[in-house]
């Protein structure tokens, strides 16, 4: 089994430094890693520059985009450059997602007993425990879809199987790519991994295995008003266009409308932010936003 592992950064030095050195002190090493530089600045890419003359185990390659594509570009990019030089399957992380010494190994051994499946998906964690968000399930209410936290008492088991994952820390066989394709690299950041997750599961199940664990260094509450809830909203309405009937858009967009009359009230930064993200969305404005 060949392992290619894609990580993605832009501008977060340290953090990468992290991130890389955990590559290198696995128990089971990938045998290929690519890095892909979101157009960082000059430190960071100093910096990349000297890593990857470094021996740490496994083979080196860099993708050097000019400027900052988001994660999904980022992901994309990547994807295609794995595909190139060759996999079994293929490890999605980002530069803040630090791995236990022993994701490869375990990887490796859960997969040779359970072979039936092609998409896994290890336990997320940070200073604050497990991260639910990034491993969900499909709920319809009200006739309305949404992505819920799936149980703790899940985490318990030796696997247990959702609807969504994030790219931090995701394993993919080359044949659910060959089926699936890329992420949309013009989501820029937010709901490409959902987005993905929708296509994936129309063929294959995915696995969440909790034994096999990473800390995510992110802080889930700084986003919770930010320029980041511009692509969220845009990006949300593509998926539902994407994978859902007219009927469940046509709700989606009534609770839309319900929400914001609440924020006239409550919220006028998120009410603009929400509504500058849907008239893009029905432009067809994708990609980096000038305004946010």
């Known amino acids: 089994m060949e392992i ?14 992290k991130a890389l050195a955990c590559y290198a002190n696995q128990t089971k090493k990938v045998d290929k890693l690519v890095l892909v530089d979101n157009g960082s600045n000059s430190e960071t890419k100093k910096y990349i520059n000297e890593w990857i003359k470094i021996d740490d185990g496994y083979k080196k390659f860099l993708v ?15 994807m295609k450059k794995a595909l190139e030089i060759g996999y079994d399957y293929i490890f999605l992380a980002d530069d803040d997602l ?14 040779k007993k359970h072979n039936e499946f ?17 491993r969900a399930i499909l709920k319809k209410k009200s006739g309305i879809y949404s992505f819920q936290s799936v149980d703790v008492k899940n985490y318990d088991k030796e696997y247990f199987f959702v609807d969504l994952f994030s ?14 394709g890329y992420p949309k690299k013009e989501y820029f950041i937010w709901y ?30 700084s986003n919770e008003l ?34 914001n009359i609440i924020l006239f009230f409550t919220n006028k930064k998120l009410l603009r932010i929400r509504l500058d993200g849907y008239k893009d969305f029905k432009r067809g404005r994708f990609g980096i936003s000038e305004k946010y």
């Open 226 to 259: 930010s320029w980041k809830m511009y692509y969220g909203m845009r990006n949300l309405f593509d998926l539902y266009r994407t994978h859902f009937s007219k009927i469940v858009n046509h709700l989606f967009l009534l609770r839309f409308y319900i929400k």
């Open 167 to 180: 790219f931090a820390g995701a394993f993919i066989h080359h044949s659910v790519i060959d089926k699936c």
């Open 4 to 17: 290619c592992a894609v990580v993605v950064t832009y501008n977060r030095i340290d953090k990468l430094k």
């Open 98 to 111: 630090y791995l236990e010494n022993d994701v490869f190994e375990k990887f490796v051994q859960f997969e």
């Open 64 to 78: 050097s985009l000019e400027t900052n594509t988001g994660g999904s570009g980022g992901f994309f990019y990547g």
């Open 192 to 221: 490409d991994d959902a987005e993905y997750s929708l296509r994936i599961i129309k063929t294959e199940k995915i696995v969440c295995v909790p034994n096999i664990k990473a800390y995510h260094d992110v802080d889930e509450k």
């Open 118 to 134: 092609k998409v896994f998906c290890l336990q997320e964690y940070n200073s604050e425990g497990i991260i639910f968000s990034h």
